[in-house]
């Protein structure tokens, strides 16, 4: 009775895959030269027709003007109103790609493959709760409800407890689920009303006064009704059918020197935890140091212009904020020049998505590295396939998100925490092989420039340049060697 049953599935099986192999041959058969028509009429039409009736001319036109351009372009004259561009600018900006560091060899050995490599930063040294973080690398500003929903806090908050470093709160509401689960908390004091009562800045480990950002600027963010509905509304405490306004200033900060009083007023309210400013790069970056060092901060976090938002007007993205490693080496030169270098930490984010690039900032001078689409994008890992092709990946994490309901915090979690662990891993490895032991001990005379514009902007020597001083430094000299001839 067994045997016959099983010879009963087999042929069945075999029949039905007979039958499916047979229609996918007659398909292609059958296929090919429906194609092959269509193709030849296809290009017989691109060859022959005139260029104003030749759909070739969208090619052209597009050489002269993007497609991503035609395409915004496109979403004005559909809405008439402000459009706003997610994950920041497209454009290209000079980057840390023209940096290259110098192995350890001989005249520097490398450190053994098995050596231990510290990664621990302190931000605010000389505050009177220090932040120590076991990794150099922290994680990005986004706010709940204003940006991301909150199985996207909860899973930055476990996997950045997981990787002992900080997660940000960002402008949007405060969660106790982001004081529950994280282990380092760093609350952004931002320009909106909301939750900023003295027992919620008490529970923060740090605290980020929102200035500017890379993406945005200044520039103030309006969210409508639509976009802003249940818990998120109720924990800004903005009426329904309001649009949500967060204001370009402070309420506090109507002078320059008010900055100093409100750093004051945050110090004494947490007993002391690090207090810190967050700015856009700009022309007169300077001018905008010296008001946050004679504030008194205890950390300044610079937004490069690759920076990323939930949502940016594309001429605050693309035409706003001086590219990262600009205002990097700029901010750097003017601590040292100050001599705050050693008692302000310096942050800087914007446009960081691998390990190369955050070790060479560090290098340049940065005391961390905030991460905020990369994150982002390893959190979601082969999640977005729930949404592909159909819809983008944001609609998984942004709080107004079509398909929020569907994102898995608890595997977002621990994508993040593998992310973060895998940078850190190849830093070591990138430091070790400079013959180093320590993250803080990476500097600026362990890279060399590949261009003129790279070198002249981070004051790093061009490759041959460092090789002319490499000799001096080591005491080889190039010798000249007599041929000898046979006799």
Request: hydrophobic share 40%; net charge positive.
């Given at each position: 009775?067994?045997?016959?049953?099983?010879?009963?599935?087999?042929?069945?099986?075999?029949?039905?895959?007979?039958?499916?192999?047979?229609?996918?041959?007659?398909?292609?058969?059958?296929?090919?030269?429906?194609?092959?028509?269509?193709?030849?009429?296809?290009?017989?039409?691109?060859?022959?027709?005139?260029?104003?009736?030749?759909?070739?001319?969208?090619?052209?036109?597009?050489?002269?003007?993007?497609?991503?351009?035609?395409?915004?372009?496109?979403?004005?004259?559909?809405?008439?109103?402000?459009?706003?561009?997610?994950?920041?600018?497209?454009?290209?900006?000079?980057?840390?790609?023209?940096?290259?560091?110098?192995?350890?060899?001989?005249?520097?050995?490398?450190?053994?493959?098995?050596?231990?490599?510290?990664?621990?930063?302190?931000?605010?040294?000389?505050?009177?709760?220090?932040?120590?973080?076991?990794?150099?690398?922290?994680?990005?500003?986004?706010?709940?409800?204003?940006?991301?929903?909150?199985?996207?806090?909860?899973?930055?908050?476990?996997?950045?407890?997981?990787?002992?470093?900080?997660?940000?709160?960002?402008?949007?509401?405060?969660?106790?689920?982001?004081?529950?689960?994280?282990?380092?908390?760093?609350?952004?004091?931002?320009?909106?009303?909301?939750?900023?009562?003295?027992?919620?800045?008490?529970?923060?480990?740090?605290?980020?006064?929102?200035?500017?950002?890379?993406?945005?600027?200044?520039?103030?963010?309006?969210?409508?009704?639509?976009?802003?509905?249940?818990?998120?509304?109720?924990?800004?405490?903005?009426?329904?059918?309001?649009?949500?306004?967060?204001?370009?200033?402070?309420?506090?900060?109507?002078?320059?020197?008010?900055?100093?009083?409100?750093?004051?007023?945050?110090?004494?309210?947490?007993?002391?935890?690090?207090?810190?400013?967050?700015?856009?790069?700009?022309?007169?970056?300077?001018?905008?140091?010296?008001?946050?060092?004679?504030?008194?901060?205890?950390?300044?976090?610079?937004?490069?212009?690759?920076?990323?938002?939930?949502?940016?007007?594309?001429?605050?993205?693309?035409?706003?904020?001086?590219?990262?490693?600009?205002?990097?080496?700029?901010?750097?030169?003017?601590?040292?020049?100050?001599?705050?270098?050693?008692?302000?930490?310096?942050?800087?984010?914007?446009g960081f998505a691998t390990p190369g690039d955050c070790l060479k900032a560090l290098a340049l001078?940065?005391?961390?590295?905030?991460?905020?689409?990369?994150?982002?994008?390893?959190?979601?890992?082969?999640?977005?396939?729930?949404?592909?092709?159909?819809?983008?990946?944001?609609?998984?994490?942004?709080?107004?998100?079509?398909?929020?309901?569907?994102?898995?915090?608890?595997?977002?979690?621990?994508?993040?925490?593998?992310?973060?662990?895998?940078?850190?891993?190849?830093?070591?490895?990138?430091?070790?092989?400079?013959?180093?032991?320590?993250?803080?001990?990476?500097?600026?005379?362990?890279?060399?420039?590949?261009?003129?514009?790279?070198?002249?902007?981070?004051?790093?020597?061009?490759?041959?340049?460092?090789?002319?001083?490499?000799?001096?430094?080591?005491?080889?000299?190039?010798?000249?060697?007599?041929?000898?001839?046979?006799?």
């Amino acid at each position: 009775m067994n045997v016959s049953w099983l010879l009963l599935v087999a042929g069945t099986f075999a029949g039905t895959f007979l039958s499916l192999l047979v229609a996918a041959v007659g398909g292609l058969l059958f296929a090919r030269p429906i194609v092959k028509g269509v193709t030849a009429y296809f290009l017989k039409r691109l060859m022959k027709d005139r260029y104003a009736e030749n759909v070739w001319e969208m090619v052209t036109a597009m050489k002269r003007i993007s497609p991503i351009t035609v395409l915004e372009n496109s979403l004005r004259a559909e809405t008439g109103k402000v459009i706003e561009r997610p994950f920041g600018s497209p454009r290209k900006f000079l980057n840390f790609d023209g940096l290259v560091f110098s192995p350890a060899q001989l005249a520097v050995l490398p450190a053994h493959e098995n050596s231990p490599v510290d990664t621990k930063i302190v931000i605010g040294p000389t505050a009177k709760k220090p932040l120590t973080l076991d990794i150099p690398l922290l994680l990005g500003a986004m706010g709940y409800g204003v940006g991301v929903s909150d199985k996207v806090r909860i899973a930055m908050a476990k996997a950045t407890a997981a990787v002992g470093t900080a997660t940000n709160t960002g402008e949007g509401g405060f969660l106790p689920e982001d004081r529950e689960y994280a282990k380092y908390l760093i609350y952004q004091y931002h320009s909106g009303h909301w939750t900023k009562e003295p027992e919620i800045l008490k529970q923060a480990d740090a605290i980020e006064i929102h200035i500017g950002q890379g993406a945005t600027a200044g520039a103030a963010s309006f969210i409508p009704p639509e976009y802003m509905q249940g818990e998120a509304r109720e924990i800004l405490q903005v009426p329904p059918g309001e649009t949500v306004v967060i204001p370009s200033r402070h309420r506090e900060i109507n002078q320059p020197h008010d900055l100093k009083r409100l750093v004051h007023k945050l110090r004494q309210i947490t007993g002391g935890v690090p207090i810190g400013v967050k700015l856009c790069a700009g022309a007169r970056l300077e001018d905008d140091l010296r008001v946050a060092v004679r504030a008194d901060v205890d950390f300044i976090n610079i937004d490069g212009g690759q920076a990323g938002t939930k949502g940016g007007a594309p001429i605050l993205e693309d035409d706003f904020g001086l590219p990262t490693i600009y205002a990097l080496c700029r901010a750097v030169r003017f601590l040292q020049e100050q001599g705050t270098k050693e008692k302000i930490s310096l942050l800087v984010g914007g446009g960081f998505a691998t390990p190369g690039d955050c070790l060479k900032a560090l290098a340049l001078g940065a005391d961390g590295i905030c991460l905020g689409t990369a994150a982002l994008w390893a959190m979601t890992h082969t999640q977005v396939t729930k949404s592909l092709p159909w819809e983008p990946p944001t609609q998984l994490t942004f709080y107004s998100g079509s398909l929020t309901n569907q994102f898995d915090e608890v595997q977002a979690a621990k994508n993040l925490e593998n992310f973060f662990k895998s940078c850190v891993e190849e830093m070591k490895v990138a430091i070790r092989a400079l013959g180093k032991n320590s993250v803080r001990q990476v500097n600026k005379n362990d890279l060399a420039a590949l261009d003129e514009w790279t070198s002249k902007v981070t004051n790093v020597p061009l490759a041959y340049e460092t090789a002319n001083r490499t000799e001096i430094k080591t005491g080889f000299k190039k010798r000249k060697f007599r041929r000898i001839k046979k006799t």
